[in-house]
Each structure stands twice: as structure tokens, then as C-alpha cells.
């Protein structure tokens, strides 16, 4: 997609959006859905509200603190 000009992607029917404007809790609550026939809803939440709240304070930490020898995106990370 990186590459593809507006006119390829409309001519697929895709709307793309950069992973920088969506962030990374679409990943989460994408997981969270697709694994309710999976697990109890009760787990899904407490696992959710936990990733989210290690991700929030572990994911600028990362960004801000640490030496990446090769550039990472965030929602590689998560």
C-alpha cells in the first residue's frame, strides 16, 4: 500500500489509513472480537483493561527511553 497510487487503492473498493492516525487500540479491540467465541467476555475484558493500561505507560517509555537499533511502529510493538 505503501506504493499504490489513490487511484489503485479506490479502484479495490480500500479505504486506507495510515497506522499513525488509527493508533494502536484498533489492534485490541480487533483481538477482543475476534476472540469472543473463544474466551469468557469477563476475560477478554480484565486482559483488554490490562494490556491497555501496561501499553499506555510501556509504549511512550519505549519511544522516549530506549535505543531502537532499528526504527520500530508502534503497532509492531504491541
Not at 506504493?3 to 477482543?32: D, F, Q
Not at 483493561?49 to 509492531?76: H, M, W
Request: charged share 20%; aromatic share 8%; glycine share 4%.
Amino acid at each position: 500500500m505503501k506504493v499504490a497510487s489513490p487511484a489503485t487503492v479506490s479502484r479495490c473498493g480500500m479505504v486506507y489509513m495510515e497506522p499513525v492516525h488509527l493508533g494502536w487500540k484498533p489492534l485490541i479491540k480487533t483481538w477482543n472480537e475476534v476472540n469472543v467465541d473463544v474466551m469468557p467476555s469477563n476475560f477478554l475484558d480484565l486482559i483488554v483493561k490490562n494490556v491497555e493500561g501496561i501499553f499506555d505507560k510501556l509504549l511512550p517509555f519505549v519511544k522516549e527511553q530506549c535505543r531502537e537499533t532499528i526504527d520500530s511502529a508502534i503497532v509492531n510493538l504491541v
